[in-house]
């Protein structure tokens, strides 16, 4: 079966940390999205990647293909970044039209 | 532009009532998706389309039905409501880029 696993579940962190959240998938994927979801409100795409890094802001994505692991990291968090962050592929192959999710991290940053 | 517009954002329905849940996008976006959320899950897939009049069932299609009669729309059928299919539902779309959500529908079947 073709598996999103993140890590942690839940973060607490003090305002001004370094947080880095973790993704891992089981198989060979086309691309690699991290989502951010407030309490009650929608999702919202922060990066698409298929290889290498990507920076926005505070937040930086990176993702290594052959370990097939990507990584969040957020720096001088702030309690605007208490949110559920979300890791989803979409597998390469033909036929592969479906985004698979992990379960989320659930942030909260503590003045 | 206004991305993925869904509709309601609540609703309460009685078991055994219908309803259909309204998504479209201005994005041009072949691929539409539909996705509930229950809590401490991830998103599980519904429906998928990739192109006008082309769906398919996702990981949980039952009691679910759907059409893509254009590019821009993507409704979401519940035939018969059950407590079961209380949850938050999400509209998405993407093509070849970032993938683009709808603010989803918070479904309560009493």
């Known amino acids: ?111 | 532009n206004a991305g993925v517009t869904q509709t309601p954002k609540f609703r309460i329905l009685k078991i055994g009532q219908s309803m259909t849940l309204q998504c479209t996008q201005d994005m041009n976006h072949n691929y539409m998706y539909w996705y509930r959320q229950d809590p401490g899950m991830g998103l599980k897939l519904i429906y998928y389309s990739v192109g006008a009049g082309i769906t398919d069932k996702g990981e949980v299609p039952n009691g679910y039905n759907v059409s893509r009669s254009t590019t821009e729309d993507f409704p979401l059928r519940l035939e018969l409501a059950a407590p079961s299919q209380t949850s938050v539902y999400f509209c998405a779309s993407t093509w070849t880029g970032e993938a683009f959500f709808g603010q989803g529908t918070r479904l309560t079947v009493v």
């Open chain 1, 1 to 111: 079966k073709n598996e999103v696993e993140q890590s942690p579940q839940n973060l607490t962190a003090q305002e001004g940390e370094f947080i880095t959240i973790n993704c891992s998938y089981s198989v060979g994927i086309s691309a690699l999205h991290w989502l951010q979801q407030h309490p009650g409100g929608g999702i919202v795409s922060l990066f698409m990647l298929s290889s290498g890094k990507k920076k926005h802001g505070r937040l930086i994505a990176t993702i290594n293909i052959q370990e097939k692991h990507s990584s969040l990291h957020i720096t001088a968090s702030h309690p605007r970044d208490s949110a559920v962050y979300i890791c989803a592929v979409k597998y390469s192959g033909a036929g592969s039209y479906q985004l698979t999710f992990g379960k989320g991290t659930k942030l909260s940053v503590i003045p």
